[in-house]
């Protein structure tokens, strides 16, 4: 029976990752495998963050921006980035950069099963699979699925942030190539947050992404048509063609979930919480979080490390989730007077809960109250007559 000192179970972003910071690290030596039921061999998606500090995949970004466009019925701006950059990563470029480096590990293996049991017996992780039974000294584990969540609607919220993009080429030259539209409120909200994304690569190729932050999801066909309503009503595209599509589904959860669920095993990823509650970014999270294990690691022999999220930006989530679920349409004001009274760069800390208090207030002062005191009193409320059940 193989066995090994670290076994990641999930082979995306979050296990690519962490495999990856061990193979760089002093723990190069440790027996490492990966299971995941199949290999990433296509474009599957994208990641767009901002970020000051260099990350290890710079060389990777596929584009990269120092400035951002806002747009509503109303409102239409540009924000200068300074020290900020913008910057997207496709998924099949990262996923054949971290294949090549861990291939130059002979510590790593990589496994394509159906991963049917995980656990802990004997101090020691297993993970059952239709290959086989593969055991290890810790488990991280990123196989996120929601059917195994014992959710508690009348606590906590639960929406998703869902998408569908496309990358097309038109024949005139209509965008612009160093400035992306980060949100574009120009479609009917219909008591939801809407909006439409625009990543351009040239003036006239770019990425056009329709999101929505709601409890349902929509058929297929139904995001189709409001892209193309968007492209041919808004953006007045007679024709196009389209390259490449991308969709997606990410939770936006504030149930807390366990990092630790049990003596040797580590939640990774979003099953980690790493997934921003309110936005949905995760891969600079993920980062971090994989560096913190790694050093964990290195330092105590074991993966257990403090994680750094402030309280009260864990209720500004909580705040602002339930406005979105309430109150949807409200978004675009808030957002506009948002993006309309700070600099774009206080915006990111405070997204990223790396603010100070005073921008913090700032912030706060600059929106409407009205739809936050109202979420304040509603939280209070239902959390209260959980407590008293």
Same mark, same amino acid.
């Given at each position: ?37 199949? %290999? ?6 994208? +990641? ?29 701006? !540009?924000? =200068? ?12 470029? $990262? ?13 790593? /293996?990589?496994? #394509?099963?159906?991963?049917? =049991?995980?656990?802990?017996?004997? =101090?020691? %992780?297993? !993970? ?9 000294? +810790?488990? $991280? ?11 508690? *609607? ?50 006239? @190729? ?14 297929? /066909?139904?995001?189709? @048509? =409001? ?6 009503a808004v953006l007045k595209l007679k024709s196009y063609k389209i390259h490449e599509v991308e969709k997606g589904c990410i939770p936006m959860y504030d149930h807390p979930f ?24 995760? $891969? ?24 750094? /999220?402030?309280?009260?930006?864990? #209720? ?16 675009? /004001? ?8 700070? *600099? ?13 208090? #005073? ?8 929106? *409407? +109250? ?20």
């Amino acid at each position: 029976m193989p066995k090994y000192d670290y076994i990641i179970a999930g082979g995306g972003c979050a296990g690519l990752s962490l495999a990856y910071q061990i193979s760089r690290s002093k723990l190069r030596n440790k027996k490492v495998l990966i299971i995941d039921k199949s %290999v990433k061999n296509t474009n599957d998606r994208t +990641w767009s963050f901002w970020h000051q500090e260099a990350t290890h995949f710079d060389h990777l970004f596929y584009r990269q921006w120092q400035q951002i466009r806002f747009i509503n019925q109303e409102y239409n701006e !540009v924000h =200068e980035l300074k020290d900020w950059r913008y910057s997207m990563l496709r998924g099949i470029d $990262f996923y054949e950069y971290i294949y090549e480096e861990l291939a130059q590990n002979p510590n790593i /293996d990589k496994l #394509y099963a159906t991963i049917e =049991e995980l656990g802990e017996e004997d =101090e020691r %992780v297993f !993970v059952q699979t239709n290959e086989g039974r593969y055991e290890g000294d +810790w488990l $991280f584990n990123s196989c996120f699925k929601d059917e195994a969540l014992a959710k508690e *609607p009348a606590r906590y919220h639960y929406l998703l942030q869902h998408f569908l993009g496309w990358v097309i080429e038109v024949e005139e030259d209509i965008f612009t190539p160093d400035c992306p539209t980060m949100f574009d409120f120009r479609t009917q909200q219909a008591e939801e947050v809407r909006f439409l994304y625009t990543l351009p690569f040239s003036k006239n @190729k770019a990425l056009v992404e329709y999101t929505i932050f709601g409890r349902e999801l929509y058929t297929q /066909d139904f995001y189709e @048509k =409001e892209l193309k309503q968007y492209l041919e009503a808004v953006l007045k595209l007679k024709s196009y063609k389209i390259h490449e599509v991308e969709k997606g589904c990410i939770p936006m959860y504030d149930h807390p979930f366990e990092t630790f669920p049990s003596p040797r095993t580590v939640h990774i990823g979003t099953l980690g919480g790493r997934a921003k509650p309110s936005t949905g970014y995760a $891969f600079l999270r993920i980062q971090e979080q994989s560096r913190q294990l790694v050093k964990a690691l290195l330092e105590t022999g074991k993966p257990q490390y403090t994680i750094q /999220d402030y309280s009260r930006y864990q #209720y500004y989530d909580t705040l602002l989730l339930n406005i979105l679920r309430d109150k949807g349409d409200r978004i675009s /004001d808030i957002f506009t007077e948002m993006f309309k009274n700070n *600099p774009i760069q206080r915006i990111f800390r405070f997204l990223d809960a790396s603010a100070s208090p #005073y921008d913090d207030f700032r912030i706060m002062w600059s929106v *409407p +109250w009205q739809p936050f005191l109202e979420a304040i009193w509603k939280t209070r409320k239902q959390r209260s007559r959980v407590e008293t059940q």
